[in-house]
Antibody, heavy 119, light 108 residues
Framework: QVQLVQSGAEVKNPGASVKVSCKASGYTFTSYYMHWVRQAPGQGLEYMGVINPNGRYSSSTQKFRGRVALTTDTSTSTIYMELSSLTSEDTAVYYC????????????WGQGTLVTVSS | QSALTQPASVSGSPGQSITISCTGTSSDVGNHNRVSWYEQHPGKVPKLIIYEGTKRPPGVSNRFSGSMSGNTASLTISGLQADDEADYYCCRYASNYVFGSGTKVTVL
């Protein structure tokens, strides 16, 4: 069955960077775009960006452009989201989510990774 | 990014039907096949319940239905059950993805 397993919780100081991983299994890794969505405590879902797991395409929203790096490792079926220059406003649960080809929906989600930014 | 407006909360008694609206612009929600809905129980992962505006994934109860009218997408939950208490988010794609503000459903 499809599984997206994310890395564990992180605590970071302001100004630092964090790298969250999402390991996929149970399907053909390169056939599905992968997205990142975050959720601050008590808040709604916020879309961050997308990567083609073959590594040929990635994009992030204007809000995160220049501060987020989306990468992939096809040898381990893992995608990564690195967010830099962290502030307290980046404290959130970060989710990876899978999109079936050209379907405009997220049919499977990782379990989420809590990133806490605090001095 | 244009915002998608949802009511902050909707409530209903067991067995009743409720409807959650998601209002955008003609350039986003008006593109029906790019609207999806997600259910999120407290502390849990979001779950896809409606895609392409009106379709249900396998395994999702037929008590959930989606509809579209102009710039508004709607999610109806019929035969409300205690387990339907959750947050519900619409989402649209129009050059980028945007989630609605979310609606908390309370079963009275």
């Amino acid at each position: 069955q499809v599984q997206l397993v994310q890395s564990g919780a992180e605590v970071k100081n302001p100004g630092a960077s964090v790298k969250v991983s999402c390991k996929a299994s149970g399907y053909t890794f390169t056939s599905y775009y992968m997205h990142w969505v975050r959720q601050a405590p008590g808040q709604g879902l916020e879309y961050m960006g997308v990567i083609n797991p073959n590594g040929r395409y990635s994009s992030s929203t204007q809000k995160f452009r220049g501060r987020v790096a989306l990468t992939t490792d096809t040898s381990t079926s893992t995608i990564y989201m690195e967010l830099s220059s962290l502030t307290s406003e980046d404290t959130a649960v970060y989710y990876c989510a899978r999109e079936p080809p050209n379907s405009f929906r997220f049919d499977s989600w990782g379990q989420g990774t809590l990133v806490t930014v605090s001095s | 990014q244009s915002a998608l407006t949802q009511p902050a909360s909707v409530s209903g008694s067991p067995g009743q039907s409720i409807t959650i609206s998601c209002t955008g612009t003609s350039s986003d929600v008006g593109n029906h096949n790019r609207v999806s809905w997600y259910e999120q129980h407290p502390g849990k992962v979001p779950k896809l319940i409606i895609y392409e505006g009106t379709k249900r994934p396998p395994g999702v109860s037929n008590r959930f239905s989606g509809s579209m009218s102009g710039n508004t997408a709607s999610l109806t939950i019929s035969g409300l059950q205690a387990d339907d208490e959750a947050d519900y988010y619409c989402c649209r794609y129009a050059s980028n993805y945007v989630f609605g503000s979310g609606t908390k459903v309370t079963v009275l």
